[in-house]
């Protein structure tokens, strides 16, 4: 923390981004007071850093073994790596994707469609299983998302998280932070009864399940 926490930083955020070091090192400061537009100009400047994607293939596996039903949506589907790998291996699904930076459009059995996690533009119960991967951890509104999250979804919800510590400066722009088990209880307000919890290649796995019927 005591580097992580202070400009000692720079150095690192003026490798990975240039002029805009300075801007992205703003970013926790500035986010309570930016616009929508704003923040999607944030996540195209650091998108262009990111990996293919941020899921873990342990992650990646579980997932792919314990989809239900027939149609599935990906909340913050970014680039559409894993509803690509769904596809796949499921071509008889019908697989939306949302994002704010997605632009719409229609690729075999997936439809990429724009909008927030905190707002999603679908009617209630619309999805069999709805899976939100590295998106949480960005997101200002943690109870609007999760509630949207559960408005949309029928069967069952899959939602994964990085397991990892507050830091002032981090490149991947996290306002929230789950560090401990009891931290996905207290910020996502999970029903204990419902819900199963594991951890997979240092990132939280969550699995509620609504109905199965």
């Known amino acids: 923390p005591i580097v992580r926490d202070s400009w000692l930083m720079y150095p690192c955020f003026w490798l990975l981004f240039g002029s805009k070091a300075r801007l992205i090192m703003d970013f926790k400061r500035k986010l309570p007071f ?18 293919e994607t941020d ?8 997932i792919l073994h314990n989809i239900v039903g027939n149609i599935i949506l990906d909340v913050g589907c970014g680039k559409g790596y894993l509803i690509n790998r769904i596809a796949a291996t499921y071509p008889h699904l019908t697989i939306y994707g949302v994002d704010i930076i997605a632009e719409e459009h229609k690729k075999g059995n997936i439809i990429f469609i724009r909008g927030p996690a905190d707002n999603l533009p679908f009617e209630d ?9 590295h998106v949480l951890e960005h997101i200002l509104d943690l109870d609007k998302a999760v509630s949207e999250i559960r408005r949309v979804a029928r069967k069952r919800i899959i939602i ?24 996905l209880y207290l910020k996502l307000k999970l029903d204990m009864d419902k819900i199963r919890i594991m951890e997979l290649g240092g990132d939280w796995l969550i699995v509620e399940d609504i109905s199965l019927v």
């Open 34 to 51: 930016l616009e929508e537009e704003d923040i999607k100009k944030y996540y195209e400047i650091v998108g262009g850093i990111n990996r």
């Open 55 to 62: 899921l873990n293939s342990q992650c990646i596996d579980f």
């Open 125 to 133: 119960k619309m999805f069999d299983t709805v899976i939100c991967t």
């Open 160 to 183: 994964v998280v990085p397991r990892q510590r507050e830091y002032i400066y981090t490149p991947d722009l996290h306002v929230h932070f789950f560090p401990y088990e009891h931290d």
